[in-house]
């Protein structure tokens, strides 16, 4: 997937989804409380929206991590010379992810 370039997105969406491996986080019991191959699960994604096509995506926990590589995929996967609009749900992930300081105004 890393092998995208230079795609003219104008218009992405990102979101993640929540999943679970074994249990739910809130499931575990005291022998699993350190486990970290099992509980909460988020798919990470990143799509261009009007052709559909999914630039980047990231599996793990709702960290800022993981919002960070995303963005960074998408930056991969985006073309330097096309200006593009980035749709989220509002996560606060996001925008520490995109490098911004407030939801309004980019750092870069």
Do not use: H
């Amino acid at each position: 997937m890393d092998s995208l370039r230079d795609i003219p997105a104008t218009d992405v969406q990102a979101d993640e989804c929540w999943n679970l491996i074994y249990c739910k986080e809130k499931n575990k019991g005291p022998e699993q409380a350190d486990n970290d191959e099992i509980g909460d699960c988020y798919n990470w994604v990143a799509i261009d929206r009007p052709t559909k096509l999914v630039l980047a995506f990231v599996c793990g926990r709702r960290t800022g991590e993981n919002a960070m590589e995303l963005a960074r995929k998408v930056r991969r996967a985006s073309s330097p010379a096309v200006r593009f609009q980035l749709t989220t749900d509002g996560l606060q992930s996001y925008i520490a992810g995109c490098g911004w300081t407030d939801a309004t105004t980019p750092n870069w």
